[in-house]
């Protein structure tokens, strides 16, 4: 067997290999199961079962894929332009404070209030990896160190400020904010937990950057820059400029995600774990999937959102670690990962 | 001959209506904001939890651990629709859920720890600490020789200020002159930072330390120091046997059996918990006082325990015979000492309880202030 490079590989191959990598992943991962002692068709049909064929399930994977399509979305962007964001769980928090300040503490009109939320989200989600993009373009700084190291900064800012000024009046010392008005918390499909209006923007969103990527000049820039940033350059195109306006809209959809979770589920600002379960870190296998294509998101984010949501069946109904869910995802990066070699290169088989 | 046979009838139906009092089976469900290996606060609870299931014949119990705090609810959801007709959920952050879901579910029974919000089909409990945190505080100020004691805080909460309050007025009451120096680490579990903390605490010269978070690593850290420290919630004995002194244990499983109990008896329903509180304290057997159940001081401690003398009403008595006859005192039925006795002044010299008085559960659920000896930055304190 040889591996033969092959620069431009057909859109079948890496549909053959993407659902090749999640087989193998649910192989491994039903090997983990089975050393727990557990049945891996067992746990597999809990999954699916609880998740997909009732309405309290669903609603679940649904509550899981809104922050995984916003912020997976914009992450598509940004992996296209070679720019490794791995701060998506800091910009998401970011957005989460604005959305958050603006809700406490600018008195709006009610009709208002909500825009101006996802507004203030967007802008400071979309400054905290303009932040890290900015120094890549001017000094060079490797963006995957400073989007992640990023994310800690969100994550104190956000402690600080719930521990000190913004810390709610009747909340016994813990870390809350007060809680939101009423006409500043998302509307929910009754009995769930399901901000649609978020789930609705995440699907207008995702669409809307499928068609900046592929029929407009921004779009097409920023595919240059991505492939070829020599080329890009030799072409008249402002790297700095295009991977700043990437920036801006990978991060202010995380913010965005921020926006929803708040006023959606939690209606108050609290402990950073406990706002984003890692949202910005799973979308990352979310953008993988989706090989770069927004639109592809549609499809990738509830798929992850089964997993999270499945994952917690199998620590309710049966009982298992709530580690398990980590393993799942880390197994699935992992094969994803992995599998890019197939994806990159033609497999010969045979001697010559 | 007919009242004959009414008489049977009536047997009848009472025979039927104890058998299906007898069918309906009691499951109880837990929701846990923790991991269940985390040795502090959701350990404690699911070890209750196993002792409940031993203890009451007939149950069946379930839990759902690592529950973030924003979503208890499709979690109960679950739950009830798994037939559970008691759920606890044990974490201050669970309490408007809890709330929401005994409006949503009127037919099952909710308890909710360290809260304050109930309902008719929901409870209130806490198994709290303060009297052992005085008894602590009086073998720390024994123990200290350079006259500050370490004090390792996870969040300036009311339920810390007045463990570490209770604490401090122990010190004091053998070494008027001593210090309690508190640092927080603003985490519950966090082991590097209460590392941190505890090395940074023995740097500035503190000999005793003594912390609540949930981890073992202050009693570690300290060991490793060669100082003698305190352990806190769960048995921490075996992580340093020549060093820890005595410490807080937490039984929560008396109050789950208890209220268990009641439920099966039919004493609680879901109608009338709207005043079903519970504040269990050593009287009740919720808390002990040891690094290990059943020793509630380590005999290695014991010698220098009783030669340290402290003054009480006047008359010299050693540290070891006043913490055993409080300790006796304040599990008895009738207890008559209790550590947050008037007159006590903040640490500005305001007074807080007045003479002859003793603090309520409100006032202990919501202190603020903190007592003298505690030396450190509070976050929430009143100065004046």
Redesign the interface.
């Known amino acids: 067997m040889r591996l033969v490079p092959d620069p431009n590989p057909p859109r079948l191959r890496v549909l053959w290999v993407s659902l090749g990598a999640i087989a193998v992943a649910l192989l491994i991962a039903g090997a983990v199961f089975a050393a727990y002692g557990l049945s891996p068709l067992e746990a597999y049909r809990t999954m699916l079962q609880g998740t997909l064929t009732d309405w309290k399930g669903l609603s679940e994977v649904l509550r899981r894929t809104i922050p995984l399509l916003l912020v997976g979305a914009g992450l598509t962007l940004a992996f296209r332009a070679q720019f490794f964001n791995i701060g998506a769980e800091g910009q998401l928090l970011m957005g989460a404070i604005a959305g958050g300040g603006v809700a406490l503490f600018l008195p709006l009109p009610p009709l208002l209030s909500l825009p101006a939320m996802f507004l203030a989200g967007v802008l400071l989600g979309g400054a905290w990896a303009l932040l890290a993009a900015w120094l890549r373009s001017r000094l060079g700084v490797n963006e995957i160190l400073s989007t992640l190291m990023l994310n800690y900064v969100a994550q104190y800012v956000l402690i600080y400020l719930i521990n000190g000024p913004w810390k709610g009046q009747n909340v016994r010392g813990f870390l809350y904010s007060d809680e939101f008005a009423p006409y500043e918390q998302l509307p929910t499909l009754p009995g769930t937990l399901v901000h649609w209006p978020t789930l609705l923007l995440g699907v207008v969103l995702a669409l809307a950057l499928q068609v900046l990527l592929t029929r407009t000049t921004l779009g097409y820039e920023l595919r240059v820059v991505g492939e070829n940033p020599g080329a890009a350059r030799y072409a008249g195109i402002s790297v700095p400029r295009v991977v700043l306006v990437m920036a801006i809209i990978t991060g202010g959809l995380a913010g965005l995600a921020g926006v929803g979770e708040v006023a959606g589920i939690h209606h108050r600002l609290l402990e950073p774990a406990q706002i984003s379960l890692g949202y910005g870190f799973t979308a990352v296998i979310v953008a993988w999937l989706a090989r770069g294509n927004p639109a592809l998101v549609l499809v990738t984010a509830p798929l992850m959102g089964i997993i999270l949501a499945g994952g917690d069946l199998l620590k309710i109904s049966l009982n298992m670690p709530f580690r398990v869910i980590d393993v799942f995802s880390g197994v699935m990066l992992l094969c994803l990962i992995a599998s890019e070699i197939f994806v990159r290169n033609r497999v010969r088989w045979g001697r010559r | 001959m007919r009242t004959r046979w009414l008489l049977a009838l009536v047997a009848l139906l009472l025979g039927l209506g104890t058998t299906t009092a007898q069918d309906k089976k009691l499951k109880a469900c837990f929701i846990y904001v923790g ?1 269940i290996g985390d040795v502090g606060w959701t350990f404690a609870h699911n070890e209750a939890r196993l002792a409940a299931e031993k203890a009451i014949p007939g149950l069946e119990t ?5 529950v ?4 208890a ?3 109960i ?3 009830v ?2 037939g559970c007709n008691v759920i606890f959920t044990t974490s ?2 669970f309490m408007d859920q809890t709330l929401e879901a005994a409006k949503k579910y009127p037919d099952v029974i909710f308890a909710h720890a360290s809260g ?1 919000k109930r309902a008719p089909n929901m409870a209130t409990y806490m198994a709290d600490f303060y009297q052992v945190y005085y008894l602590n505080g009086l073998m720390a100020g024994a123990l200290t020789k350079s006259g500050k004691v370490g004090y390792v805080g996870a ?4 339920e810390l ?1 007045r463990h570490i309050s209770a604490f401090a007025l122990g010190v004091r009451a053998v070494n008027p002159k001593a210090t309690v120096n508190v640092k927080w680490i ?1 985490a519950w579990f966090d082991p590097a930072k209460a590392r941190e903390a505890a090395e940074a605490l023995i740097a500035e010269g503190n000999d005793v330390l003594a912390f609540t978070e949930d981890t073992a690593t202050v009693v570690q850290t300290a060991a490793k120091k060669k100082i003698p420290s305190f352990s806190h919630y769960n048995s921490m004995y075996k992580y340093a046997p020549d060093y820890v002194v005595s410490g807080q244990i937490v039984h929560w499983e008396k109050i789950y059996i208890d209220f268990l109990k009641k439920v099966q008896s039919g004493t609680y329903t879901n109608k009338n918990l709207q005043n079903v509180d519970y504040w269990w304290l050593l009287r009740e057997g919720a808390v002990s006082l040891g690094a290990q159940t059943g020793m509630p001081i380590n005999p290695k401690f014991v010698p220098a325990l009783k030669a340290a003398k402290m003054t009480v009403n006047g008359k010299q008595v050693s540290v070891y015979d006043r913490v055993m006859e409080l300790l006796k005192n304040m599990s008895s039925a009738k207890p008559t000492f209790d550590p947050f006795t008037g007159p006590i002044k903040d640490r500005y010299g305001v007074i807080r309880v007045p003479a002859g008085k003793t603090m309520t559960i409100k006032e202990l ?2 202190m603020k202030w903190m007592a003298p000896g505690v030396v450190g930055q509070v ?2 304190e009143p100065k004046q």
């Open positions: 991991p379930k839990y759902v651990e690592s973030p705090e924003g979503q609810m499709p979690v959801d679950r739950l629709a798994d201050f952050g304050f969040f300036p909460i009311p200020k603003n659920n919501e976050a929430d």
